[in-house]
């Protein structure tokens, strides 16, 4: 049964620190990983998506990793901003069409 | 553009009473359809997911019950709310074979007391 988890559960950052989430999932064998933003009290945004093909996604100051045959991913916020501060998730789907399957998250704070 | 409405945005509901949340997707067609819950402290749990229309498959046995009457209506249902079933309820859709993103509606706050 596939399983993701997310470290560190809080982070808290200085505006303008460079920052990495990590996730990581038990079986390697994904179709495609995606991070979302959630806002307290609020539905989640889609970030960006992998593919099990890719190794990263960009999106402004936004980087995304894969790396299927440890099961691991990362999320590399670069320059953080206070607007950043929010809890982001990480989830697999272990195929085409299938539900995903969410870690906890982590809930960064970002200082001014 | 492709649009999720779900509501109400906020519901406390005695215990014991009955429950219906629903969801509508809009700009799409033949979308995958989700419910998951987020509980204070959990990750988000999957609860239900449809293919299509009449086509409901249930992740965790519990006291809820989801319809999909029409390709873009979801709808969850309770006839008898336990304390348990307090949560932050999301509703979700994608379209296979186009990347496959997943959108989620801005979530109802369910408090049973």
């Known amino acids: 049964k596939q399983e993701v988890t997310q470290i560190p559960a809080a982070l808290s950052v200085p505006e303008g620190e460079n920052l990495v989430l990590n996730c990581s999932f038990t079986?390697?064998?994904?179709?495609?990983l995606q991070w979302f933003r959630q806002d307290p009290g609020k539905g989640l945004t889609s970030l960006l998506l992998?593919?099990?093909?890719?190794r990263e996604q960009t999106s402004g100051r936004l980087n995304a990793s894969l790396d299927k045959s440890s099961g691991r991913s990362t999320l590399y916020i670069a320059a953080s901003q206070p607007g950043d501060s929010a809890t982001y998730l990480c989830?697999?789907?272990?195929?085409?069409?299938?539900?995903?399957?969410f870690g906890k998250g982590t809930t960064l704070s970002v200082s001014s | 553009s492709q649009t999720i409405h779900q509501w109400p945005a906020t519901l406390v509901q005695p215990v014991g009473s009955p429950l219906s949340l629903e969801c509508t997707v809009e700009?799409?067609?033949?979308?995958?359809l989700y419910w998951y819950r987020q509980a204070a402290g959990r990750g988000l749990q999957l609860l239900f997911y449809?293919?299509?229309?009449?086509?409901i498959s249930s992740e965790v046995p519990q006291n809820l019950s989801a319809s999909r009457p029409q390709d873009r209506q979801f709808i969850l249902s309770s006839k008898k709310l336990l304390l348990s079933d307090s949560g932050f309820y999301l509703c979700?859709?994608?379209?296979?074979?186009?990347?496959?993103?997943?959108?989620f509606g801005s979530g109802t706050q369910l408090s049973v007391l």
């Open positions: 979700a859709w994608s379209v296979m074979g186009i990347n496959e993103k997943l959108f």
């Open positions: 989830a697999v789907a272990n195929q085409a069409g299938t539900a995903l399957i």
């Open positions: 079986d390697s064998a994904i179709y495609n």
């Open positions: 700009g799409t067609s033949n979308p995958n």
């Open positions: 992998i593919q099990s093909s890719q």
């Open positions: 449809s293919v299509g229309i009449g086509q």
